[in-house]
Nanobody
Framework: QAHVVESGGGSVQAGGSLRLSCVVS????????MAWFRQGPGKEREGVAR????????YYSDSVRGRFTISQDNAKNTVYLQMNSLKPEDTAVYYC?????????????????????WGQGTQVTVSS
């Protein structure tokens, strides 16, 4: 049984930084696609960053490119999202998602149905 657990959310002032962690259990993430999504108040869920673990290839949404960095630690079966220069509009519940063992990153960058395991989410609140 696979599990995805996020942590690291919290409250921060605009301009600050947070690092989210996503620990996967049940299988190795060394050959899969991992992604971070978020859902702000009154908004639809959107993808913000993804990484294909075996190659390290990354992709970011326009809204976070240059401010957020997704990274991996295969030894810890963990993916991180470093968030810098945070803005009030980054306020959201952040979800980690995995395409499962051997799963590839979708051609449509953040196609949700390509990600089969999801965490419960961690709240990030950015105040102005």
């Amino acid at each position: 049984q696979a599990h995805v657990v996020e942590s690291g959310g919290g409250s921060v002032q605009a301009g600050g930084s947070l690092r989210l962690s996503c620990v996967v259990s049940g299988y190795t993430i060394s050959r899969t696609c991992m992604a971070w999504f978020r859902q702000g108040p009154g908004k639809e869920r959107e993808g913000v960053a993804r990484i294909y673990i075996s190659s390290g290839s990354t992709y970011y949404s326009d809204s976070v490119r240059g401010r957020f960095t997704i990274s991996q630690d295969n030894a810890k079966n963990t993916v991180y999202l470093q968030m810098n220069s945070l803005k009030p509009e980054d306020t959201a519940v952040y979800y980690c998602a995995s395409a499962g063992l051997g799963g590839y990153c979708p051609a449509m960058y953040f196609l949700e149905k390509a990600f089969v395991y999801w965490g419960q989410g961690t709240q990030v609140t950015v105040s102005s």
